[in-house]
Structures are given as C-alpha cells and as structure tokens.
C-alpha cells in the first residue's frame, strides 16, 4: 500500500518548513505548479534533504519539443513522479518519457486524463467531446500508456476502469479525496479514502482535508488508516 501523497498547497517556502516540522516520518508529498513556480529547484532540494519523496505536478502541456527540453530539466531534479497532459497528444507524451527518463531512469512519469473538477456536463458542452467522461478518461488513459508512461491521474471512480483495462501495473494516482466531513471546494468527483481504497487506486491525493487541519499530523494518520481500508 502506497502512503497517501499530502498535496502542499502553499505559496511560501516557509510554510512548507512549517508544516513538515509537524511530522515525525517519511512522507509523499506534491509540489503543485504555485509552490514551484514561486520558489523554483530549491523547494525540491529542501524536501529531499528531509528525505521526503515528491510527485511534482506541473501537467505539462506543449509542443513535443518544447515539452521534451522542460523534461530534460526536470529529470535532473531528484523526484519520484511528475506529470504531462494527456491532451498534448502522443508525440508529445513520447518526447516527454524519453526525455525525463534519460536524466531519472527511476521516476515515474504520468499522465493527466481529465481533471477531477469536470463533470459530464462540462465535457459535453465545454469540450464539445463525442466521447463520455468515462470514455475520454479511459481514451487518455491509452494514449498515455501506448506512449510509455507510467500511469495517469483521474478520478478514483476510473480506477477500477482503468485497471481492468489496461493492466494492474498501470497506475492510477487520484486526487479529489476528502473525508465526509470536509468541504468539496472546486472538486466534483470526489471520494473518500476508505471509497478510493475499494475502488483499487494506486495513490491517493489529499491536500486541504491534511493542511488545514487544526492537527495535521493526527488527520494525516486518519487518513492513512481509511486508505489501508481500516474502517
């Protein structure tokens, strides 16, 4: 079982200090596009050094080569998972393996499908798509594994989907978790640990139900227990 992967959303270094002081072990942690963009390279540096593991989610979205040069410097930074859009299509997608895995032959590279705040709706009448929100996630979720990459980011709802399709080595990495009594915010296809547990995810993502809690380290182990399905 996969720790939980507590999304930083922060804007400031200092916070992130703040808050990691509050833990006394090893954590997943994403480092979204505001914290990187805001503080560069040296937030992954600091986090390492505490010998935390980082998902660095900047769901790039380019042209091939423009995508494939960003890559190149991303794959020199010590993380353990990063992210592209499934949009950018195939070429791109392909570019990117090869040029994030050249410099980190051990970090997984994913794909995002659809992002857990579209709804059916939003699809249909925003993106004009043919396609129903479970086929363009699983549609994505091809394209992305017939490119190399290591899994994909959607909804836990596609997991069970995703996995009797394209294999259980496939990853599925979900966000849009929150415990019952927690706000929705902009999410709309959320789940609960325990649900994402039974649903056969491969990583969850929780953000705002850990950082902003009153106690973040005890919610994190809250969390964590509903994710090893102890109810």
């Keep these: 079982m996969h720790k939980p992967i507590i999304a930083l959303d922060f804007s400031h270094l ?39 593991d980082i998902f660095l989610d900047l769901k790039l979205y380019d042209i091939p080569n423009t995508v494939g040069k960003a890559m190149e410097g991303l794959g020199r930074l010590d993380v353990q998972m990063t992210n592209v859009h499934a949009q950018g299509g195939s070429a791109m997608m392909k570019r990117a393996v090869e040029s994030f895995k050249d410099g980190n032959p051990d970090g997984r590279l994913i794909a995002v499908t659809q992002l857990t705040s579209m709804s059916e709706e939003m699809i249909e009448l925003e993106q004009r798509s043919a396609l129903s ?20 980011v959607s909804s836990p709802l596609e997991s069970e989907m995703i996995h009797d ?9 979900t966000p849009g978790i929150r415990l019952p009594e927690d706000s929705k915010d902009d999410q709309i296809r959320v ?41």
């Design 191 to 231: 789940v609960s640990p325990l649900d994402a547990y039974k649903m056969g995810t491969d990583y969850i993502v929780v953000g705002r139900s850990i950082t902003q809690a009153e106690n973040p380290a005890e919610k994190y182990k809250t969390v964590k227990a509903l994710w090893e399905g102890k109810e």
């Design 14 to 52: 200092d916070e992130v200090r703040s808050f990691l002081k509050q833990f006394d072990e090893q954590l997943y942690v994403k480092v979204g596009m505001e914290l990187y963009l805001l503080n560069g390279p040296r937030v992954i540096e600091e986090i390492r050094a505490l010998g935390h």
């Design 133 to 152: 929100l479970n086929e363009s996630v699983l549609h994505y979720a091809e394209l992305a594994k017939k490119s190399g990459l290591d899994g994909i």
């Design 165 to 173: 399709a394209l294999g259980k080595d496939f990853l599925t990495i």
